[in-house]
Nanobody, 129 residues
Framework: QVQLVESGGGLVQAGGSLRLSCAASGRTFSKYIMGWFRQAPGKEREFVAAMTWHFWSGGATYYADSVKGRFTISRDNAKNTVFLQMKSLKPEDTAVYYC???????????????????WGQGTQVTVSS
């Protein structure tokens, strides 16, 4: 069982920045594929970013086109934490942001909510225009 706790959400003006954190339980965190998703009111939960970790090659990152170049996912395996640095925020980034973990071996699939068995409670990000 993996528990995930997000923090760092809030209200920010357009063009501003926020950094989300997600603390995970578990002794094999470095093997987890970690993802960030978001859900705006009336919309489906959508992929934002994901990061794998392989001992020999390090982490590979994946991003939705809508956030590429503005958001950066990173992880600190020693602290069992994954981050989402968000810059140049836009009003359309407003959503509840969820951290997710896939504890299975890397299958090369990161974009669907179906790939992730564990979810945090979410943190609200509101970007004002």
């Amino acid at each position: 069982q993996v528990q995930l706790v997000e923090s760092g959400g809030g209200l920010v003006q357009a063009g501003g920045s926020l950094r989300l954190s997600c603390a995970a339980s578990g002794r094999t965190f470095s093997k987890y594929i970690m993802g960030w998703f978001r859900q705006a009111p009336g919309k489906e939960r959508e992929f934002v970013a994901a990061m794998t970790w392989h001992f020999w090659s390090g982490g590979a990152t994946y991003y939705a086109d809508s956030v590429k170049g503005r958001f950066t996912i990173s992880r600190d395996n020693a602290k069992n934490t994954v981050f989402l640095q968000m810059k140049s925020l836009k009003p359309e980034d407003t959503a509840v942001y969820y951290c997710a973990a896939d504890t299975r071996p890397d299958s090369g699939s990161y974009y669907s909510t179906d790939e992730y068995a564990y979810w945090g409670q979410g943190t609200q990000v509101t970007v004002s225009s």
